[in-house]
Nanobody, 114 residues
Framework: VQLQASGGGLVQPGGSLRLSCAASGNIISIIYMDWYRQAPGKDRERVARIDTHGTANYADSVKGRFTISGDFPRYTVNLEMTSLRPEDTAVYYC?????????WGLGTLVTVSS
């Protein structure tokens, strides 16, 4: 499975940004697709997860502000981020999980700054 993420950039506090991720390869094996992030000096954390039935869950730090959505015939996932805060600044990674493996895409940088 290969994952291609896009959509990072610079946004002001309070602004919005959308990240997209497209999976290719053995996509039928995928059970979940996730967004993770890693801020400088911090551990990588899972921000949001969606399964192939559309059930989503979120880290407490982003609940009510971020929305994950998935198109599973196509295995594309979006992360809509609103009310962005400086502490949301991080490299965001798309990930996918099958029963046997975890897959990671290259990160995309999101910077929230005035």
């Amino acid at each position: 499975v290969q994952l291609q993420a896009s959509g990072g950039g610079l946004v002001q506090p309070g602004g919005s940004l959308r990240l997209s991720c497209a999976a290719s390869g053995n996509i039928i094996s995928i059970i979940y697709m996730d967004w993770y992030r890693q801020a400088p000096g911090k551990d990588r954390e899972r921000v949001a997860r969606i399964d192939t039935h559309g059930t989503a869950n979120y880290a407490d730090s982003v609940k009510g502000r971020f929305t994950i959505s998935g198109d599973f015939p196509r295995y594309t996932v979006n992360l809509e981020m609103t009310s962005l805060r400086p502490e949301d600044t991080a490299v965001y990674y798309c990930a996918a999980r099958s029963r046997a493996n975890n897959y990671w895409g290259l990160g995309t940088l999101v910077t929230v700054s005035s």
